[in-house]
């Protein structure tokens, strides 16, 4: 069984021009090892346009075969499409008490309605201003909602990456263990699964470029090797995030990283990388699925 790596990047499309450079020199460095990156793109970054920077960036990647995708509309906080989820309540353990404060000016944008005409601005935004028509999304800070699936349900997209396999690559935060090794949740399946709405959840394995990472260098680098040799024995397809902003945090590190792990899936005979709107177009995507999620949303 070979196994499709997506190296994905989030929060493309917010920010200045250091996060354009850091997007842009991330993807060439993927293309420099014949891979391509699954950008998840805000298309309204804070409630303002893109920047005609970030287009021409972003133009330019799509046409080099960088995948972009849906990440939200605006992404002004952490709870656009539901209440804050695990691990980014780990990253921020404040999400859980702003959420309670905010909660009664919160709760009501979680209708099927509000979400879908999000998601719906998103997709003319990402088809006027790129060209790209997303199949897949990406929920902001990885808060859903059970609405949420029904809304890409009835926007045409099926496919969701929020949910996390392993979120290890936040324990070297001050307020976290501290212990850089494999630990991975078993509250849902590591292979792409059937969720609410009949989306399909496809999990993200972790991240080890988030800031700070590079200190532990050398722990998170063996932990990124770990972790993909073992999604070979369990899923066809397996996500690995990166964010802009943690990439060129120091993208020496991201790329010796990255660099480190294309070497040791081909080395090993793991598989090869692909991009999630390649999967779900030929269908690998779907061959990928196994089971059923649980009913585990709060909401
Ligand atoms: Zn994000």
Not at 114 to 136: F, K, S, W, Y
Not at 222 to 232: F, N
Request: aromatic residues 10%; contains cysteine.
């Amino acid at each position: 069984m070979a196994t499709w790596y997506i190296w994905s990047m989030d929060d493309v499309g917010a920010g200045g021009s250091d996060m354009v450079d850091a997007t842009r020199r991330f993807c060439r460095f993927l293309e420099s090892l014949g891979a391509r990156a699954t950008l998840f793109v805000v298309p309204k970054a804070g409630g303002q346009p893109m920047s005609p920077e970030w287009i021409d960036a972003l133009r330019e990647l799509r046409d080099s075969g960088h995948d972009l995708q849906l990440h939200g509309l605006t992404h002004a906080d952490c709870y656009e499409f539901g209440p804050p989820n695990w691990p980014a309540t780990a990253i921020m353990p404040a999400f859980i008490e702003e959420f309670e404060r905010r909660k009664e000016e919160l709760l009501p944008r979680y209708t099927v309605e509000n979400l879908r005409v999000r998601m719906e601005e998103g997709i003319v935004i990402m088809q006027d201003a790129l060209d790209v028509h997303p199949t897949a999304f990406r929920a902001p800070c990885g808060a859903m909602c059970k609405a949420m699936f029904t809304a890409l349900r009835q926007v045409g997209i099926g496919y969701e990456s929020a949910m996390y396999i392993s979120g290890t690559g936040y324990e070297h935060l001050p307020h976290r263990s501290g212990v850089i090794a494999q630990r991975w949740e078993n509250n849902i399946p590591h292979t792409p699964f059937r969720w609410y709405s009949d989306v399909v959840e496809v999990p993200i394995l972790n991240e080890y470029t988030w800031r700070g990472a590079w200190q532990r260098e050398q722990e998170f680098i063996a932990l990124a090797k770990e972790d993909v040799s073992r999604i070979a024995q369990e899923s066809t397809v397996a996500v690995l995030l990166t964010h802009t902003h943690g990439v060129g945090d120091n993208i020496d590190y991201a790329f010796r990283l990255v660099g480190t792990v294309v070497e040791h899936v081909r080395a090993n005979g793991l598989g090869d990388f692909a991009t999630m709107g390649e999967l779900i177009a030929s269908g690998e995507m779907d061959r990928a699925v196994r089971g059923t999620g649980a009913d585990i949303l709060p909401l």
